[in-house]
């Protein structure tokens, strides 16, 4: 790509649309989203595109150009980079036509989240991108159990992928712990939380403030599967 450091080329902004209730979105959420001509939107394996129906809820969807962009759930980094650069040279055709790209992100855009590839291309290759945080779904999911994150002003807290090496390392740690992903991992994650001695201090929240919300604050009432969007909360 071209170096696209001019004034005549558009902006990317990353959007938080916040876990999946279209209330949660901020209110610059729902300005950047309705000031951008051009929508890019991330599509799962499934052809699913979440974050495109939680943002169309508040904004006027109707008269944008969305593109769809194909992320592949793959570890294989030749992949990985093929499919980052053709979707980073999907949206530098549109920023060097001069329209400003949002692309909704689900929770916040800093939290395991895809658009850090595309910063990370276009960036290097001179185009402004900008950040608009969004709430986070355990944040979300905290509030829905009715519960905090952190008990005292001293307590620490961690966020952890299940796919994480060292599982026990981490329930071993103080404070609370976030598992983000963890819904094909439950069978293997229930095991490990019961040798951890923290099985009975566990929540599941499945589909955050979505139609398809499963909330469960004991995990024996939980599924024995969950979707994607599954998260933990063990208590300290």
Not at 36 to 64: C, M, Q, Y
Not at 87 to 116: C, Y
Not at 131 to 159: D, E, W
Request: glycine share 8%.
């Amino acid at each position: 790509m071209e170096n696209a450091s001019d004034s005549t080329k558009g902006t990317l902004y990353s959007v938080g649309v916040g876990p999946g209730d279209p209330d949660l979105m901020t209110l610059k959420a729902v300005q950047v989203l309705e000031r951008s001509a051009v929508w890019a939107v991330p599509v799962n394996n499934g052809g699913a595109t979440t974050a495109l129906d939680i943002a169309a809820e508040r904004v006027d969807v109707s008269d944008k150009k969305v593109l769809k962009l194909k992320f592949v759930m793959t570890k294989d980094p030749d992949e990985l980079e093929r499919t980052h650069r053709e979707a980073a040279a999907t949206l530098a055709a549109e920023l060097d036509a001069g329209h400003d790209v949002a692309m909704p992100n689900l929770g916040d855009v800093s939290i395991f989240s895809t658009f850090k590839y595309m910063m990370e291309i276009l960036e290097k290759d001179g185009y402004d991108v900008q950040m608009i945080p969004g709430i986070p779904s355990f944040c979300a999911i905290a509030a829905r159990l009715k519960t905090t994150l952190t008990p005292s002003m001293t307590s620490p807290f961690t966020v952890v992928p299940s796919g994480y090496g060292e599982l026990g390392e981490a329930l071993a740690l103080p404070g609370t712990k976030v598992i983000m992903k963890a819904g094909k991992s439950l069978p293997r994650l229930r095991e490990e939380l019961r040798e951890a001695g923290v099985y009975e201090k566990t929540s599941l929240v499945q589909d955050c403030g979505m139609p398809t919300e499963v909330v469960a604050v004991n995990l024996d009432d939980a599924p024995e599967q969950g979707g994607y969007f599954t998260t933990l909360v063990v208590r300290a």
